[in-house]
């Protein structure tokens, strides 16, 4: 599929292979730790079920990747776009994607940070009232 915007045409891919330097330049554009372990990344999306990928003829400007239980539970567990490709329809699109793949779950959940619920809301999530996200990380962001 091809998303058409005045200054560029996007197109999207369902793949699992990526260069080590295509994911560290997106993780590291967004200033998310994992861009600093690219060799982990690339071993990463492989195994995820769902990966949906946004290019800019070679250059890969955004991603989305879902796990899930096989029938009722999908969980997104990156999404991201370079700042200079945001606002664009991109990241709506990728989500819209996923949507699409897991239409016959139950569930599909992500796990917002406070900057991003407002997006993720415009997408059709809603913000849980009796839950939190914990996490055991390692990782700075």
């Known amino acids: 599929m091809l998303y058409l915007n005045a200054i560029m045409a996007i197109s ?32 990463a999306m492989k195994n995820f079920k769902t990966v949906v990928s946004a290019w800019d003829g070679d250059k890969l400007v955004g991603m989305i990747c879902a796990m899930d239980d096989g029938i009722m539970n999908a969980y997104v567990h990156y ?24 239409k016959d779950y139950l569930r599909i959940v992500v796990v917002a940070y406070d900057k991003e619920i407002d997006f993720y809301e415009y997408c059709g999530f809603k913000k849980a009232t009796d839950a939190s996200p914990m996490f055991i990380t390692s990782l700075w962001t």
Do not use: C, M, N
């Open 79 to 102: 999404l991201l776009v370079r700042p200079e490709y945001q606002g664009k329809g991109i990241g709506k699109a990728l989500v819209e994607k996923v949507k699409d793949v897991y």
């Open 12 to 43: 999207y891919k369902t793949i699992h292979d990526f260069s080590e330097q295509d994911l560290k330049d997106l993780f590291l554009s967004v200033e998310w730790s994992s861009g600093h372990f690219p060799d982990k990344l690339v071993i």
